[in-house]
């Protein structure tokens, strides 16, 4: 089915997620769909499955215009999307995931039908699955194999799938390559949504890149990775001078670190960050970074490997352990896991004031927060609640309630969603802390800050991490290029698992 | 808080108090009584006399103790449901406690302080074990609290109809009583103790004095409204769940314990009258203010007392208190919830 987008514009308040995107997909295409985080492939996909509508544009499949108004509507349109993560039901067998999500033909489950439908497919496109397993003991790539037998089963002639490769083997992936061209073949419409160039070289027929929101560019092989880059991450970018951390003491060591969950495995990894120097971590969304970020923090237990904060063997400590050495976690989701909603500022000082006796003493909390609030330049009162103020002003009252000294400091996403002043005034201070001796290991998807306020920089990609490179000698291209798994072969890491 | 916003609470309160008056006159309406002479008896019957008034403080006491205990609960974000066991068992380690006590040589006023520890300690141990079920076994405070109450009314029937039965046949009316030495004295000619209102009025007033001005208290509402951040604060959290349980499992031992030594003196089936769930609904409706649970829970009292005077003159059953009182939470709870979506847009 032919697949056509027009002027697509969708707003969320002041950020405008696509800006008039017009993109036109023939029937039998693999269409792949490339673009950094945040610019705008999971909501212009979100738009042509009904998850999300858009504020205008049109869209037009086998050149007749269709209003779709939610993902049951996008089915029967004939559109059907495999989400990231697999949206099925994972107590339950193959075969009822499979029966869940059709057109419900009276009281009665068909399940013979079913049954039949199911290993009539499973057979034609060579997947091996078991309908009566339960779904909880499969792997990523066969449940991604269920969802697809499922969409198929129910008629869809256009499928988009997000990030599908993330969390399967190298077989399944090959399997599933195979597939989709043979989806393709049969005259169905592939939209393959992916950060990693390799593989979007190898299976699209053509690629389209997405960048704030613009479509900037669509390709056809053969493909020029260096264009690709530069069509994904646009600006060229200058670092600043750096200084040298060899030197000195590590205030953090891993040594042969272990991390897994349902999705990757990172292999012994080995770092030591010494005092001062700040790290940024680069990788897409779920490349790795999160959980190593939380790993140093205790937040995340390593399956093996040991790590060391200063001279003390913190392997397997919960974070209070980790706090009391000297170091601190800031989330990314300030109001979710930051602050707490309800309170005010001069109760978030009182929270963690180190001369906490039994009873409050709220003159002593009013001048610390008074004070705190002129340090830091945060626009609220002590008594305003944590929840009215600003994104920057909640992160400037993150910074402002961290402990001094500080050995180390693992922050996420610093400055995500901040005004450009803002975001420079939250790394004036971070770079005091350093100066203060402070190390600060950072995650970022914004290249920008990682190169302009890295010493060194780790590169995270489907849970292979790079070695320390130095921010200074790196270019955006390079960056670029790692953060979608090209140019890895130098670094002697294997790059498939 | 901006002017309009406490304006439009107040109206709504207000709103949701009629809402429930008018809910119970159709009640009354439909049962075929005349539902101001109804409203006429409950109020002669909590305030026509002040024998009657105090008596309405006799089951004020209970609420007042239960209710502020619930309050550390909801602070911490838990839903102690299981406080209806831990004041039973607050009732059955005082009674175990004089049982043991009546004989021996000590002086009654140190037996009934000595039974009063025992029920305190009976009852934090009881929430504890909810707390350690939350904690360490991931069980819903809701499911184990309930699971935890029948087992604690199961343990009071064997109680009273196997070891510790009245010499001959075991009873619904329970166990023996004690020797009047071991009760707590009451004021003459009444059923009030005052060494039960005062611990209940000093406990009220200690829970407000720790949930607003202590650090325990603002670290409680930390995790109460923000677990995960309170945690990344540096706060233990799971230590202050377990602290909450204690207190408010302790009070409501507390309760349970003068059931015993002020009210009934023995062991009797229903011992815990209801009034764990009656302080759930206070506590409910209060919202976190502590100031408020003494005058929500006397009203609550009042209402119980007053409608026993129903089945006597109109023939209606004494159970119309709990219609209004459940019914007046319902309407706070709804209107709360249609002012969250007015201030939201």
């Known amino acids: 089915m032919k697949v056509e987008l027009r002027h697509i514009h969708k707003h969320f308040g002041p950020v405008h997620a696509n800006n008039d995107i017009t993109l036109s997909i023939p029937a039998g295409t693999i269409q792949g769909l490339l673009g950094e985080n945040g610019a705008g492939k999971s909501t212009l996909m979100k738009i042509l499955s009904g998850f999300l509508r858009a504020d205008s544009g049109e869209i037009l499949l086998d050149d007749r215009r269709v209003i779709i108004r939610s993902p049951a509507d996008a089915i029967r349109h004939g559109i059907g999307m495999l989400h990231q993560d697999p949206l099925d039901f994972p107590p339950l067998r193959v075969i009822d995931n499979f029966l869940l999500g059709q057109q419900a033909k009276g009281i009665f489950l068909q399940r013979n039908q079913a049954l039949e439908a199911f290993q009539r497919l ?30 198929l089963w129910s008629g869809v002639r256009v499928l988009i799938l997000d990030e599908p490769t993330t969390g399967i083997s190298a077989a399944q992936k090959q399997k599933l390559f195979a597939t989709l061209r043979r989806l393709a073949e049969e005259g169905r419409t592939v939209i393959f949504v992916s950060h990693k160039l390799e593989e979007v070289e190898e299976l699209c027929h053509r690629v389209a890149v997405l960048r704030a929101g613009r479509l900037v560019g669509e390709m056809h092989p053969p493909y020029d990775t260096r264009k690709l880059v530069e069509m994904m991450f646009g600006r060229e970018i200058q670092a600043a001078p750096r200084a040298s951390f060899a030197a000195s003491i590590p205030v953090l060591r891993l040594q042969q670190m272990t991390l897994e969950d349902v999705r990757l495995r990172m292999t012994a990894v080995d770092l030591d960050v010494h005092a001062g120097e700040t790290i940024g971590l680069a990788g897409m969304e779920g490349s790795g970074q999160d959980l190593f970020l939380r790993a140093c923090a205790g937040l995340v237990r390593p399956v093996a490997g040991r790590v060391l904060v200063g001279e003390q063997d913190l392997t397997g400590k919960a974070y209070h352990a980790y706090k009391r050495a000297g170091v601190e976690f800031l989330p990314a989701a300030r109001l979710e896991e930051g602050l707490v909603p309800g309170l005010t500022l001069s109760e978030h000082f009182l929270l963690v004031s180190e001369r906490q006796g039994f009873f409050l003493q709220r003159a002593y909390a009013q001048r610390l927060a008074e004070e705190q609030i002129a340090l830091y330049n945060i626009k609220g009162r002590p008594h305003s609640p944590v929840e009215s103020l600003s994104g920057g002003n909640q992160q400037r009252a993150l910074l402002a309630l961290l402990r001094q000294p500080l050995s180390l400091l693992l922050l996420e996403h610093p400055t995500r969603g901040l005004d450009v002043e803002s975001s420079i005034y939250i790394w004036s201070l971070l770079k005091e802390r350093c100066r203060q001796g402070t190390a600060i290991l950072f995650i970022s998807s914004d290249l920008e800050e990682i190169l302009q306020y890295s010493d060194r920089v780790l590169v995270f990609f489907s849970g292979k991490v790079s070695p320390p490179l130095e921010a200074s000698a790196l270019s955006v291209e390079e960056l670029g290029g790692l953060i979608g798994g090209k140019g890895w072969e130098k670094f002697g890491v294997q790059r498939e698992s | 808080m901006k002017r309009e916003q406490i304006g439009l609470s107040l109206g709504l309160r207000l709103l949701a108090i009629l809402l429930a008056l008018l809910f119970t006159v159709m009640v009354l309406l439909l049962s075929g009584a005349p539902p101001l002479e109804a409203f006429r008896q409950i109020v002669l019957g909590a305030f026509g006399s002040y024998k009657r008034f105090t008596d309405v403080l006799v089951s004020w006491v209970p609420l007042l103790l239960v209710s502020s205990g619930l309050l550390i609960t909801f602070t911490a974000g838990l839903w102690n ?83 510790w039965k009245r010499p001959g046949i075991g009873s619904m009316s329970g166990t023996e009583p004690f020797p009047q030495a071991l009760w707590l004295p009451v004021l003459p000619g009444l059923r009030l103790s005052l060494w039960a209102l005062v611990p209940g009025l000093l406990a009220w007033g200690m829970v407000f004095l720790l949930l607003s001005n202590t650090y325990f208290g603002l670290r ?89 005077q129903l089945p006597i003159v109109l023939k209606l059953d004494s159970s119309l208190s709990g219609v209004i009182q459940g019914v007046l939470v319902l309407f706070v709870l709804l209107l709360d919830g249609v002012r969250r979506r007015m201030e939201r847009g």
């Not at chain 1, 060579?126 to 499922?150: C, H, K, M, W």
């Open chain 2, 81 to 163: 449901i299981g406080i209806e066991g831990q004041i039973t068992l607050g009732a059955i380690a005082t009674t175990w406690a004089l049982r043991l006590l009546q004989d021996s040589t000590f002086p009654p006023a140190l037996s009934l302080l000595l039974a009063t520890l025992a029920g305190m300690l009976g009852g934090a141990i009881w929430a504890l074990l909810a707390g350690a079920l939350k904690t360490f076994g991931g069980v819903n405070e809701i499911f184990g609290g309930l699971g935890l109450n029948f087992v604690a009314t199961a343990l009071t029937l064997w109680l009273i109809f196997g070891p």
């Open chain 2, 220 to 308: 409680l509402k930390a995790v109460g409204k923000n677990l995960r951040a309170a945690y990344l604060l540096g706060v233990p959290t799971w230590q202050h769940m377990m602290l909450a349980f204690l207190l408010c499992g302790a009070l409501g031992g507390l309760a349970g314990s003068f059931q015993v030594t002020a009210v009934y003196h023995r062991l009797i089936p229903a011992i815990s009258s209801g009034y764990g769930y009656l302080g759930l609904l206070v506590a409910m409706l209060v919202n976190f203010q502590t100031l408020w649970v003494a005058p929500v829970a006397f009203f609550f009292a009042a209402l119980n007392l007053g409608s026993i």
């Open chain 1, 122 to 151: 499973a057979q034609q496109y060579d997947f091996s699955l078991d309908p009566f397993a339960y779904v909880e003991n499969l792997t990523v790539g066969e449940r991604q194999q269920l969802e697809i037998l499922r969409l």
